[in-house]
Each structure stands twice: as C-alpha cells, then as structure tokens.
C-alpha cells in the first residue's frame, strides 16, 4: 500500500518537477538567447554593419563549441541574410537559410511582421528557442536566433531523474526502517503477546508475555500476565481440591457410582472399578447401571418398577443385592443410593456398594465358633455328669466287689458241692462284670477331667487301651480290634483330651464299618516312635473309606456324612484343634472299599525339659 502510495506520488512528483525545471531551464535559454541578440543589436546600432558576422560569432558563439546554436541570422528588408552563424549561410534567402540549417522555413514569414516597431519576439517552440528582433539602423535589418533546447531539457531530465532516484531511495530506505521498527518494535512483541495468550487458553499455565518497555503493548502485555498470575493460582487452588476430592474418592473402599436420571453411570471410583470387575472407567460410563446387579437369590435382572423407584425418589434406598461376576460367582453387595440434589432439583443419583463377602464370612465365623462353644460346653456338660455319675457308682461299687471278694472267699472254704460250684462260678462271673464297671468308670473319670487343662506327660498306650474301653460296645460288633503297641511311653498332652481324640477316632472306625462281622473287619490301632522320637499313633479301618470329594472336608466343623442325630460333624474339627494345640498333627489317608487309616502325631516327652506340665495356649 505505502509502496503503490509511493509509485503514484513519485510518478506525479516527477512528472511536475520536469515540466517546471524544463520550463525553467526553456526561459532561462531564451533570456540568454534574447541577451546575446540585445547585445549584438547594440553592437550593430553602435558600430555599423560592417561587423555583423563577427559579432554573431562572438556573442552567438560558434556552432562548433556550442551545438545547441542552430542558426543566427540578420536578415535584410528584401529577406537576404546580411550577416550569419554559420557565416556560409550569407546572401541565402532567410527562408532557404534556414532550410539549409534544418530548421522551418516558415520562420522566414514572421521576419517583416518582426521589422514593425515593437515587433522584438521571444518564444519557446516545440524544442526550438527562436529571438526575432529588429536592428534600428537603416533598413531595419532583423536578428533572428534559434537556439535548440532539447539538450537542456535531456540535462533537466537526467537531473530530475537522478533526484527522484535519490529520493526513491532515500524513501525506500525509510520504508525498511519503518519496517524494521514495526517488526522489532511491534510485530514481534505483538506475537509474543498472542502466543503466550495462545498457549494459557490450551491450559499451559506457565504462559507469559513479559514485555518490556512502557508503551501501551507493555501495558497490555503486564496486564495480561498479571491476569494469567491470577487465573493460574485460581486454577492451581482448583487442582489441589479436586486432587483432594479425587484422593478421598480413590482411597474410599466402598464402591462409589454417580448416575444420571435414566440410570446410566456417570462417574465410578476405583473401588467400584474393583467390584465390577472392570479394568478401565470407559468400560462402565454410559451403561446401565441397575443392570448389574440383581435381587438376592434371583438370577433375573432388577424389575423396572423398583428401578425406576429406586431411581426417581428424593429418599435413600437401602437394599442387599447380589452382582454376578464373570467367573461366575455371585457377590453379595450392600446397595445404599441417595439422591443429587442441585438447587432443590433431582439430577442424578449418588450409589455406595459394599462388598459384603468378609463381613458375611465373619458371620459364618462367628455362628459356627457360637456352635462349637455350645458342643464344647455340652461335651463339658456331659464330661461333669459322667464324672458324677462315676463317683456315685464308685462306692457301691466299692463295697460290690468287696462283697463278692469276700462271698467268694466264703465259698472256697465250703464243702465241694456241683451247687456250690455253680455258685462259685456265677459269683467269679460277677465280680468280673463289676472288674469291668469299675474300668470303664475309672476311664470316664479320666475323660470327664473338664477342668484339668494341663499339658504333661500321657502315657499314649494307657490312652489308648481307655479309649477302647469305652468304644467297645461299638466296636464289639463290627471288627476285631487289633492292638500293636510299640512301647512308646509318654507323649506331650492332655490325658483327658487325648483320650477324647482317640475315642473319636474309634468310634468313626466303628462306624465306617457297615456290617456286623467282626470277624472280617479289623480296627487296628499301632503305636511306634518317628525318626525324629515323636510318638505317632496308627488307627486304621477296613470300613467304607472316604470318596476323594469328602476327604479335603473332613475337618471342618460340622461336616458330616452322617444322618441327623448320628454325627454332628465335630468330632475330627475338635480332633484337629486339640491335636495341633500341643504342637502335634494328625493326618489321614483313605480308599474308597478298602478302610481308612489316621495318623497321629504327639510330641515325646523328651523334648521337653524336665518336668515341663504347662497349660496350652489360648
Ligand atoms: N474312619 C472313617 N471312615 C470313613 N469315613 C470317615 C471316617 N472317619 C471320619 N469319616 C468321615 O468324616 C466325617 C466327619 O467325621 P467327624 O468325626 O468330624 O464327624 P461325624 O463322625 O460325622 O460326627 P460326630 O463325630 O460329630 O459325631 C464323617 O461324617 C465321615 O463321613
Ligand atoms: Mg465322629
């Protein structure tokens, strides 16, 4: 634009500066040319004729020196040229005077009106100066002078021409300076300017303009900086409590779900996430949140009614639910949904789910320890009653078989009667059923011990030949029971309890034995020292054995195979802890068809120091 405002202002400059330098140098030729006619008419009037071509010469100047004299000539009254520059054009007629000289003859015609008085003329034609001035002297003779300015105008021209060249440089000169500073000064800062405004609107809070200087860019530039300063502390306050809100979120261990109205999720935390099942956020917004989950027990989605309700009411909804995952397993989830509330108006829905699987499982803990105290305390019931029961047959007892000692003892002494001998014999018969009452006695005394918890040394066999004692009227009918003791001696346990482990053991013996052919079933029960002198006890079976399915669960409290009233499922769960209570274990090996064998791990006494007797652990 300024370029274009330069070419037209230059052109037109130019074009004004020729036309008035060239009119300038014109007239100023002409006065000069009018000049050197004045004088040469002065001459003439003053000295005569006679030296008119030197005087033409002289003031005129010789057309050699000077190129732009076309002609000079003093032309007569009858038109014959008197005196002339060049000198060969004398006695020429004017008009084939100029002729000869290239210049107009028509010039010739203007002669006689030149002679009249105050016919003196000057002009500029064409490129031509032409001095038409009469000489007072008789027969007013006329000085005609043409002078060509082209050359002037050519010099005026170049001049003009190396002037705006100048000046056109000059001009462009100041163009790239005014350019330089716009750039400089302007441009550049400008852009720093909207770069830094550029970059703070894609979130780049660092960005600053930092213009120096005072004009009024540097102004706009600290204002904007201070206004980003601002705006990135605003921001930064933002990004902190929404870093704090999202930590609160993250470390919640419940599962938390923002919906919209329609149900669809919005928002989930990690947690959620977990609970799900899903890897990543984008797997769960949008979708159907309810669709999820189901009603405990059923395997149908949640009914539209309840959704809808559960989804439009302004209370809170608690529900146990269930969601089923991918491996197929179902979780028990506890369902707590508020409403979002903006301004009074419900736009969406916050939801809470908790996994209720540990807490489900420390109920099923805790109900089956309930369960295990109530058996202990019965089985303490039970043990407390046959140790009274014990103690009350213990003295008739007592004074029975001292009776029966001494009846037969009477008898001896008698007379040999076949009577008598019967009678000796029925009498021998009883005191041996009495022998037995007071074994199985004094082996429930051992067992009912509830109160005596002390860990010493048990003679395992003397245990074991107890335990049989009372599990005879099981056994008696279905095996043979086979004894194969090692002389092991003394174990690290609770005599009482020990017992009750073996008695357990024999019974389910007794009872995995489907027929009553003693003699082809055997109980077998074998004692023997392991390589490291701990005492291990062997009960084995012919029964049933147990099926690979069962085997791992055995041991858990309240697993039974057994009908209701036979088996509580207790008796190897009490075997385990009482067992593994004195730092013992018991392990078992089985076959479907072929029997069952336990085995028994105690501690010898001789890894114990000296006369150790201390109670278990709690
Ligand atoms: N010797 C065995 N032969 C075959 N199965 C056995 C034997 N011992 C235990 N079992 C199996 O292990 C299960 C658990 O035994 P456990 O002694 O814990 O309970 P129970 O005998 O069923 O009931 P409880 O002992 O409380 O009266 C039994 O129901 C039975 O299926
Ligand atoms: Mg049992």
């Given amino acids: 634009m300024l370029v274009v405002f330069a070419l037209v202002f230059g052109t037109f400059f130019f074009r004004m500066r020729i036309e008035d330098d060239s009119r300038r140098a014109d007239e100023e030729k002409l006065r000069v040319l009018s000049k050197q006619a004045r004088r040469v008419r002065q001459f003439l009037e003053h000295g005569g004729i006679e030296s008119a071509g030197a005087d033409m010469i002289r003031q005129f100047g010789a057309m050699s020196e000077d190129p732009t004299l076309r002609i000079a000539l003093l032309v007569s009254a009858n038109g014959n040229v008197l005196a002339a520059n060049p000198p060969e054009l004398v006695a020429l007629s004017a008009a084939e005077a100029l002729r000869r000289s290239g210049e107009s003859p028509a010039l010739a015609a203007e002669i006689p009106d030149a002679r009249k008085p105050g016919g003196t003329r000057a002009s500029i034609e064409s490129d031509r100066a032409i001095v038409l001035s009469p000489v007072q002297i008789p027969g007013r003779p006329v000085i005609l002078a043409v002078r060509s300015v082209a050359e002037t105008r050519a010099a005026v021209r170049r001049d003009v021409s190396s002037?705006?060249?100048?000046?056109?440089?000059?001009?462009?000169?100041l163009i790239a300076a005014l350019w330089t500073w716009l750039e400089v000064a302007l441009n550049r800062r400008i852009r720093r300017l909207v770069d830094a405004a550029a970059r703070f609107a894609v979130d780049d809070l660092e960005a600053r303009a930092r213009l120096g200087g005072n004009d009024e860019l540097a102004l706009a530039g600290r204002a904007f900086d201070a206004m980003a300063d601002s705006v990135a502390q605003t921001r930064m306050r933002l990004l902190e409590s929404e870093a704090r809100v999202r930590l609160l979120l993250d470390s919640t261990a419940e599962g938390l779900c923002g919906l919209d109205l329609s149900g669809r999720i919005t928002f989930c935390n990690p947690a959620a996430l977990r609970l799900l099942h899903v890897a990543h956020p984008g797997q769960l917004l949008g979708s159907a949140f309810y669709d999820l989950l189901r009603l405990?027990?059923?395997?149908?989605?949640?009914?539209?009614?309840?959704?809808?309700?559960?989804l439009q009411t302004r209370a809170r909804v608690e529900q146990e639910l269930s969601l089923p995952c991918p491996d197929g397993t179902v979780l028990a989830v506890h369902h707590s949904g508020g409403p979002v509330l903006l301004q009074g108006v419900l736009?969406?829905?916050?939801?809470?789910?908790?996994?209720?699987?540990?807490?489900?499982?420390a109920e099923e803990e805790l109900r089956k320890s309930q369960a295990q105290l109530r058996m202990a305390d019965r089985l303490a019931t039970v043990g407390t009653l046959s140790a009274g029961v014990a103690h009350e047959i213990n003295n008739p007892l007592a004074y029975t078989l001292a009776n029966?000692?001494?009846?037969?003892?009477?008898?001896?002494?008698?007379?040999?009667?076949?009577?008598?001998?019967?009678?000796?014999?029925?009498?021998?018969?009883?005191?041996?059923?009495?022998?037995?009452?007071?074994r199985i006695v004094k082996d429930m005394k051992t067992l009912s011990r509830v109160d005596d918890e002390t860990i010493g040394a048990v003679d395992v066999e003397r245990a074991l030949d107890a335990s049989v004692n009372m599990a005879l009227h099981e056994l008696r009918h279905k095996a043979t029971v086979m004894k194969d003791y090692a002389g092991v001696g003394f174990a690290r346990a609770n005599e009482g309890r020990l017992v009750q482990v073996f008695l357990n053991l024999l019974v389910n013996a007794a009872q995995a034995i489907a027929t009553n052919q003693p003699d082809h079933n055997e109980v077998r029960i074998a004692t023997c020292l392991d390589a490291e002198g701990r005492v291990a006890v062997e009960i084995s079976d012919t029964g049933a054995g147990i099926p690979e399915d069962v085997l791992p669960r055995i041991f858990d409290p309240f697993f039974t195979t057994k009908p209701l009233g036979v088996g509580t499922g207790l008796g190897l769960s009490i075997c385990h802890s009482l067992i593994t209570a004195v730092g013992g274990h018991i392990e078992v090996a089985s076959k479907v068809g072929v029997g069952t064998r336990f085995l028994i791990i105690l501690p010898s006494v001789a890894q114990e120091p000296a006369g150790a007797a201390v109670r278990p652990a709690a």
């Fill in 163 to 173: 002037q705006t060249a100048a000046l056109a440089l000059i001009f462009l000169a």
């Fill in 296 to 310: 405990p027990g059923s395997e149908q989605t949640l009914d539209k009614a309840w959704v809808d309700l559960a």
């Fill in 404 to 438: 029966l000692g001494y009846v037969a003892e009477r008898l001896r002494e008698l007379p040999g009667t076949p009577d008598c001998a019967e009678v000796v014999t029925a009498v021998e018969e009883a005191t041996e059923g009495a022998e037995r009452v007071r």
């Fill in 347 to 361: 736009v969406g829905r916050v939801v809470t789910l908790t996994d209720l699987t540990g807490k489900k499982r």
